[in-house]
T-cell receptor, first 113, second 113 residues
């Protein structure tokens, strides 16, 4: 058990809908990272937050947004969903911004039908 | 930009065989290098890491050495077991990009008894 909790484990929804994925980092970790794993793109970095502030952005679509709350949990919001958004979404956390190991949650599998 | 290239899979071996999974990288600066493992239906687990040139990471019989001269971080194990069947990802942490992880495409390993 990595200590990173992601909910829900599975999400099935329809095109055009909006969903929210939740991540609770390990106790004491200030950084949260979001990654997308898909068959065609592999594992891609989406966005990083550190202590509530956005710090880095990757290949994140404009339809996607995220935030980190004062209690350090994070949410990834995906809107106007398309079939191609079907993927496994991982959250990872680390203590800070230096050369820290990232610990991954079990992921949320999103299926857009 | 930074990138990681892994040997093409899938790889199928017999139990007790020697394993090598090749990984090469392109990066500016001095990244840390990682091997993560994903067992069926689970999230990513850190297998081993190396933070500077000539460092050797090791865990559970797996080893990898950070070779700056050949920009490589090949994963090796002397005698594989059926329980090693999983997908293995080589990754680097981007020192210029808030330490986000850049992953290779993954190598699926199957060990037959």
């Amino acid at each position: 058990d990595s200590g990173v909790t992601q909910t829900p484990k599975h999400l099935i929804t329809a095109t055009g809908q909006r969903v929210t994925l939740r991540c609770s980092p390990r106790s004491g970790d200030l950084s949260v990272y979001w990654y997308q794993q898909s068959l065609d793109q592999g594992l891609q970095f989406l966005i990083q937050y550190y202590n509530g502030e956005e710090r880095a952005k990757g290949n994140i679509l404009e339809r996607f947004s995220a935030q980190q709350f004062p209690d350090l949990h994070s949410e990834l919001n995906l809107s106007s969903l398309e079939l191609g958004d079907s993927a496994l979404y991982f959250c990872a956390s680390s203590p800070g911004q230096g050369k820290n190991i990232q610990y991954f949650g079990a992921g949320t599998r999103l299926s857009v039908l | 930009g930074n990138s990681v290239t892994q040997m093409e899979g899938p790889v199928t071996l017999s139990e007790e065989a020697f394993l090598t999974i090749n990984c090469t990288y392109t990066a500016t600066g001095y990244p840390s290098l990682f091997w993560y493992v994903q067992y069926p239906g689970e999230g990513l687990q850190l297998l081993l890491k190396a933070t500077k040139a000539d460092d050797k990471g090791s865990n559970k019989g797996f080893e990898a050495t950070y070779r700056k001269e050949t920009t490589s971080f090949h994963l090796e194990k002397g005698s594989v077991q059926v329980s090693d069947s999983a997908v293995y990802f080589c990754a680097l942490s981007d020192p210029q990009g808030a330490q986000k992880l850049v992953f290779g495409q993954g190598t699926r390993l199957t060990i037959n008894p």
